[in-house]
């Protein structure tokens, strides 16, 4: 992964990564585009992007533990999961946290897409061992699922928790050591599925590279990103009343961006009135329930994903080397 001279200075411990709240206050990178008067009813106009740590190869999937105060992501290629507090900052939390065999597997091994279950149970897509699985309260891991009609999957990117305990996640070859033309890769399709009390079905084949993956506020609607550059898009579907998908229709294309800004569509999550907050090329795009786009948050890095914290209000970012927060007006959905 790329690596970068940091150009502000940070309290850094020996681990490599950044301690608490520094007696100054968080540096900031980046800056905040307006396209629509309606960002300021999200997003005040003297927000800032606070840069909370770094030093990560690249940092994805973070989530919020209401339970407990915390804030956890992954480390895709260190192969670990991250804990972040306001009192201690980053330590680690998990390693290994998505391979666990013994060789070398490709740079991404990692976990990617974190979720926590009512029961505070963390729910993991493992690129290396290429499955979503879930944590015991004890402890323990179980694999939730692992392939699909005799078949392994590819590598669990990203999830996302239906209000009724189904997970919804994407499966890009992303984690495999040569992707797409990895000879251990068995299904020829990547795939949006559900897993629902123990059966895991295939909901669209239809995207070439599926990656992030939100639903709307009251569940009728599922979001998919496509981190395709030649076809950088959403596609938002119509959630039947079985769980099942309708028909897609695009709800956002920045193909045209894609060669002026780093990073392509990525993780999402959405606000409690369906504002969409979407990672993409030039950092987080900012979206109306109708897909007027009301503005980015950009970070100058490739940014992967976001996640709600503190109260609800306060939007966690994983962009590259960083882990980063925007204070809105806002709050997630669910909140």
């Not at 940091?6 to 850094?12: G, I, R, S, W």
Request: glycine residues 12%; proline residues 7%; hydrophobic residues 35%.
């Amino acid at each position: 992964m790329r690596r970068f001279a940091l150009p502000f200075t940070l309290t850094v411990l020996a681990t490599g990564f950044v301690a608490a709240q520094p007696p100054n206050g968080y540096p900031t990178i980046g800056k905040i585009h307006r396209e629509s008067p309606a960002l300021d009813a999200l997003i005040p106009p003297n927000a800032t992007i606070e840069v909370l740590a770094s030093g990560f190869e690249w940092a994805e999937g973070p989530v919020w533990d209401k339970r407990h105060g915390f804030l956890l992501f992954s480390d895709i290629p260190n192969n670990s999961i991250m804990k972040w507090t306001r009192e201690k900052g980053v330590e680690l939390y998990m390693k290994p946290s998505g391979y666990t065999g013994v060789s070398q597997w490709g740079t991404e091994p990692g976990s990617n897409g974190l979720i926590l279950d009512p029961q505070g149970r963390l729910i993991l897509m493992e690129h290396g061992d290429r499955r979503v699985a879930r944590m015991d309260t004890n402890g323990g891991k179980n694999t939730l699922v692992d392939g699909y009609e005799g078949k392994r999957l590819n590598s669990p990117n990203d999830g996302v928790l239906k209000s009724n305990g189904d997970v919804y996640f994407t499966d890009p070859p992303y984690g495999l050591p040569n992707r797409g033309e990895d000879p251990r890769r068995e299904m020829d399709y990547c795939g949006v599925f559900r897993w629902s009390n123990g059966k895991v079905t295939l909901l669209t084949k239809e995207m070439t590279l599926p990656n992030g993956i939100a639903f709307s506020p009251d569940e009728k609607t599922l979001y998919v990103a496509q981190s395709d550059p030649a076809h950088a898009l959403w596609k938002a579907f119509p959630v039947k009343g079985d769980g099942t998908l309708g028909a897609s229709r695009v709800f956002a294309d920045v193909t045209s961006l894609v060669a002026q800004y780093p990073g392509l569509p990525d993780g999402m999550k959405v606000d409690k009135n369906g504002n969409l907050f979407a990672s993409g090329p030039g950092g987080i795009h900012i979206f109306a329930p109708d897909g007027t786009r009301l503005g980015r948050i950009e970070t100058g890095e490739a940014t992967a994903n976001v996640a709600w914290g503190d109260d609800g209000s306060t939007l966690y970012i994983t962009a590259d080397m960083y882990l980063c927060r925007v204070k809105t007006t806002t709050k997630g959905a669910g909140w």
